[in-house]
């Protein structure tokens, strides 16, 4: 039987990583692209350097990490940015453009990419977040950015016609992010961290390991959602949980 591919970009740490080292586990091989390396499971990923916020360079990575690569199982875009928890009329275009290339642009550059590279590719997720649709104040660019995913994802379900696109929200999951979002914003100006600071020492705020076994898990199931879709996993997983969250979130004027 043929081993197992898969490509995880943003492998370097937290989701990335866990995905990673969970894949390994179950004999895949894995090809990597991330700013900083995924030194950590050297030499067991074939790994790239590259920093997604320069466009330019993500083609030439991908030529050197997947020369010769005909097949994949899974890729899974997971590389994006927070930003600044912050009120949209306070957020500049400039930065906005940042986290949108990050966040969506390089995305549609990888896909571009696997496109015109031939490789068949069996299943694609894209790690997209509860705030594309929950539009709570102070989300600004992250949550522009992952609806934008979200739709990239379902445009290019119509030319990967021979793959599964899924963006995919897995929940709370306890990275640097939640650590930056409790740190630099204020929870009376932006009701929706009230949330995240409760789930802190609960199995609502899932470590990167619980995270990564719970999405591959997921994996059969996405495939019964039409091709293009964005399925948040409590929806899947923890009905009630994604019934509180939608009932919880904060509304204008309210």
Same mark, same amino acid.
């Given at each position: 039987?043929?081993? $197992? ?6 492998? +370097?740490?937290?989701?990335?990583? @866990?995905?990673?080292? @969970?894949?390994?586990? /179950? =004999? ?5 692209? !991330?700013?900083?390396?995924?030194? #950590? *499971? ?21 030529? /050197? ?6 097949? *994949? ?12 928890? %912050?009120?949209? !009329? ?37 790690? !997209? ?15 522009? +950015? ?12 119509? #030319? ?22 409790? %740190?630099?914003?204020?929870?009376? /100006?932006?009701?929706? *961290? =009230? ?12 470590? $990167? ?6 999405? *591959? ?8 959602? =039409? ?6 996993? /409590?929806?899947?997983?923890? $009905? #009630? %949980?994604?019934? #509180? ?6 509304? $204008?004027?309210?």
């Amino acid at each position: 039987m043929n081993q $197992p591919h898969a490509l995880i970009t943003g492998n +370097s740490s937290g989701l990335g990583l @866990a995905l990673s080292q @969970a894949l390994l586990e /179950r =004999e895949y091989g894995i090809y990597g692209c !991330s700013r900083r390396g995924c030194n #950590e *499971l050297a030499p067991h990923v074939t790994d790239v350097r590259c920093d997604l916020s320069d466009l330019d360079a993500i083609g030439p990575a991908l030529d /050197r990490l997947l020369d010769g690569v005909g097949h *994949l199982d899974l890729v899974v875009l997971n590389a994006g940015i927070l930003g600044e928890i %912050e009120d949209m !009329s306070r957020l500049s275009l400039g930065r906005l453009r940042e986290i949108m290339d990050i966040n969506v642009w390089s995305n549609k550059v990888v896909l571009d990419w696997l496109l015109a590279s031939g490789i068949e590719i069996d299943q694609i997720v894209a790690i !997209s977040s509860g705030a594309a649709v929950l539009g709570n104040r102070g989300w600004g660019g992250y949550a522009l +950015s992952k609806a934008g995913l979200n739709m990239l994802c379902r445009l290019y379900a119509h #030319e990967f016609e021979n793959t599964h696109v899924a963006a995919v929200a897995p929940g709370l999951v306890d990275t640097r992010i939640i650590d930056t979002l409790l %740190e630099q914003a204020d929870a009376n /100006r932006f009701p929706a *961290l =009230e949330r995240i600071q409760a789930a802190r020492g609960t199995d609502t705020l899932l470590s $990167p390991d619980r995270a990564a076994q719970r999405l *591959l898990e997921a994996l059969p199931a996405l495939k019964e959602q =039409e091709s293009g879709s964005f399925v948040d996993l /409590r929806q899947i997983l923890a $009905p #009630e %949980e994604y019934a #509180e969250l939608m009932a919880a979130r904060n509304r $204008p004027g309210s």
